[in-house]
């Protein structure tokens, strides 16, 4: 007799049986989340007040993933533990876990949708949850994220005007430079007027980094050949109204150097640009950019009359009164 096949099932029946048993045992908060930590050992437990770094991935009961730090790029979220404002900020959770610890979390979704159901998408039913798993990376006090912060920062700034340096070295350029950092070319002059917050300008451009990757343009045969090409986009001078930060501000302060016509090369650091926050995959934080442009056309805003003053009826003007000598 061949018991080859009774031993695998009872092996089956035996792992099946282990599983259901290492289920996590959930337990709730008062506002009602389902919850289960996998302690790590660790000490440094988390405080209100502290500032955490963590992992975090969110499904629906049936494991479609929504949102997971772990994605490309992929980045864990930094942020300060504050009291609880509703049942989906998590804020009840992390105060109960400690460095290292992972969490399964189990959200509501009646109460997440409560009071505005018309916002509930199709595929969070009624009586379903948003499960999230967690997992704790690090936990700080405040002083000590703002100081490694500022040491990041500060390096990140090193970094970067050491980038500027060399791209302007590179290709020879004689900048200017203004108050503020803008560094600017006229490549191409003119001796029409120049426009002023309230005109409106019009733009070509090409927009790359220090490294060449061009991002952006208003031209399209330079969109085809860099590998933007965007068929939705009409590809003409942009225009705005100059001065009322519809652009970066390095677009603001540059452009009110060029006369109309004019032809210049802006190197603009991050913080007349996007800054620490960067902007998509292609302009990171703390990176430069670097404008090829033309003021094509400028429209001059027009100016209101001056109003006259209202003079009374049978009252003469009255002199300044003369000093005798």
Known sequence: MNLRPVILLFSSIAIAGSVKAQAPAFQKTDRGALYHIFKSGDTAR????????????????????????????????????????????????????????????????????????????????????????????????????????NAAMEKYKVAEAASIDKYIADNKLAVKTTPSGLKYVINKASIKPKPIAGDSVFVNYVGHTVAGKVFDTSIEAVAKASGVYNPGRPYEPISFVLGKQAVIQGWDEGLALLNEGSKATFVIPSALAYGQQGMGEDIKPFTPLIFELELVKVKHAKKAPAKKAAVKKGTAAKKAPVKKK
Not at 107 to 132: A, C, M, N, W
Request: hydrophobic residues 40%; aromatic residues 8%.
């Open 46 to 149: 988390v405080k209100l007040g502290n500032v955490i770094t963590f992992n975090a991935i969110q499904k629906t009961e049936k494991d479609s993933v929504l949102f997971s730090t772990y994605s490309s790029p992929g980045n864990p979220v930094k942020l300060q533990v504050q009291p609880s404002q509703n049942i989906g900020d998590l804020m009840d959770i992390f105060p109960l876990m400690a460095a290292k610890d992972s969490a399964v979390v189990k959200i509501p979704t009646d109460s997440v949708f409560k009071g505005h159901e018309e916002q509930r998408p199709p595929f969070l039913p009624k009586g379903s949850y948003l499960v999230f798993t967690l997992k704790v990376e690090r936990v700080q006090s405040v002083e000590d994220a703002i100081a490694e912060r």
